[in-house]
């Protein structure tokens, strides 16, 4: 590999000397005296010839700089793998694994925010190196990431054209470039640097200080039941007066691909890579074809909380959800807990008969905070509508993606209201999802 590499950086470096003789010769040859009108075009004609020879010359020089930046990346990359070498596809000790962090990055030279607490709370650069990826050619963002040296892999997407688009979805460019971006990065992850897993974040997010420690204690359920296809550090109901602070240990399964800090297998990838979708990636990943009936884990207390308001969604949910995200900040040992009762056979057998057997209220009692004597309690809705209607008045988020709530298992949202547990459940017999409720 070093070998190659070499011999693309001769190759390079002669076919910049051979432009620079030849702008030299172009500049230096004399224009012909004899008729004072050709004498004129051949001197326009040179100094264009000139001008072009010098824009093929800048051409090559950017792709030199091109060759030296990805021959550092894979020299670090190269360097890392010897003396950390990642695990074999069947791992035999998962708490050895490499789980790099590749942060999505464009345009906010806020990534300052993210990289900080990213690399503040890291246990180890070798076990969890960080990668970001950057579109759009921001020049800012660039500096701000190109500053941090050699404790972040800066990566850059190549293709920064506009995408043709639907009439109709013009005013979407912006999500087209961002699934066109995911693709390539996590192509960068898993088929050049050869990861066996990865944990996504954006740029616009910051985690809590036991961020890595939970992705490195769940990282083996993920790899040892195949009902779960992530981890989410997120949790969309998870502003503070509906979560139990005391419980920050407390996690779930999910229905939900909640997103927003999630670890994944590499296997995964190669499942979804093939067809994925020009755009709105995130509510594609929703869809039962992609969902296949499995989950995510998620915790009560978000590992991660949203500091960008700006973006391509416009501040969609942010001032009414997403800036009153509770970000956890007490360590929890996740490395020293039993995990094994989210694995799904063992996670129905308890979960399922705790939310049906508490006792059923009605919306009004719960406003009302009356029966506060029955503890954790179970409200039931019976429809679309019906959900909708309740989740509203508790200040849950209420959209459906492909039939599924946000945070929601088996139908059921968990969630605290007025200091206590609150199921909201559908009737005991549920039967699965109705995509048309989305």
């Not at 070498?85 to 050895?96: F, K, N, V």
């Not at 997407?157 to 912006?174: C, N, T």
């Not at 490195?216 to 009902?227: E, K, N, V, Y």
Request: with cysteine; proline share 7%.
């Amino acid at each position: 590999m070093l070998k190659k590499s070499s011999l693309v950086l001769w190759g390079a470096a002669l076919f910049i000397a051979w432009n620079g003789l030849l702008l030299l010769f172009l500049w230096s040859r004399p224009p012909s005296p004899v008729f004072s009108g050709e004498g004129d075009r051949l001197t326009a004609e040179v100094i264009r010839l000139a001008q072009d020879a010098e824009t093929e010359l800048e051409r090559q020089k950017e792709l030199l700089r091109q060759i030296h930046r990805y021959s550092r990346l894979w020299g670090r990359h190269h360097r890392v793998q010897i003396t950390s070498p990642p695990p074999p596809p069947r791992l035999t000790d998962p708490a050895g694994a490499v789980l790099p962090v590749l942060v999505m990055a464009c345009d906010r030279s806020t990534v300052r925010r993210c990289l900080d607490k990213l690399l503040r709370y890291r246990p180890s650069a070798q076990r969890f190196p960080v990668i970001v990826s950057q579109d759009c050619g921001h020049a800012e963002t660039a500096r701000v990431i190109a500053s941090y040296g050699d404790a972040v892999a800066h990566i850059r997407q190549p293709d920064l054209s506009d995408i043709p688009v639907p009439a109709e979805h013009r005013k979407f460019q912006g999500y087209y470039k961002i699934a066109r971006h995911y693709r390539w990065a996590l192509g960068q992850v898993f088929r050049t640097f050869r990861y066996r897993a990865a944990i996504v974040v954006e740029d616009d997010l910051e985690v809590a200080p036991d961020f890595f420690e939970y992705f490195q204690a769940a990282f083996p359920l993920l790899l040892a039941d195949p009902s779960l296809w992530c981890i989410s550090a997120w949790n969309d109901n998870g502003k503070e007066q509906m979560v139990d602070v005391g419980q920050a240990e407390l996690l779930y399964r999910t229905d939900f691909f909640p997103g927003l800090g999630w670890l994944l297998l590499a296997e995964l990838w190669d499942e979804l890579e093939p067809k994925w979708p020009r755009a709105f990636w995130d509510d594609w990943m929703r869809q039962p074809e992609q969902r296949r009936d499995r989950s995510c884990i998620r915790p009560e207390v978000s590992r991660t909380m949203t500091f960008g308001r700006k973006g391509v969604s416009h501040g969609q949910f942010f001032d009414q959800y997403l800036k009153f995200i509770k970000l956890n900040d007490r360590f929890v040992p996740f490395t020293q807990l039993d995990l094994s009762y989210l694995k799904k056979e063992e996670y129905e057998r308890s979960f399922l008969p705790k939310v049906y057997a508490a006792p059923e209220v009605r919306v009004e009692e719960l406003q009302g905070n009356r029966r506060r004597e029955l503890g954790a309690v179970r409200l039931q809705y019976s429809g679309r509508d019906s959900f909708k209607a309740f989740a509203k008045a508790l200040g849950l988020m209420d959209d459906l993606k492909s039939g599924v709530p946000r945070a929601g298992y088996r139908g059921i949202v968990s969630f605290v209201y007025r200091g206590r547990r609150v199921y909201l459940a559908p009737p005991s017999d549920w039967r699965g999802y109705d995509p048309s409720w989305s």
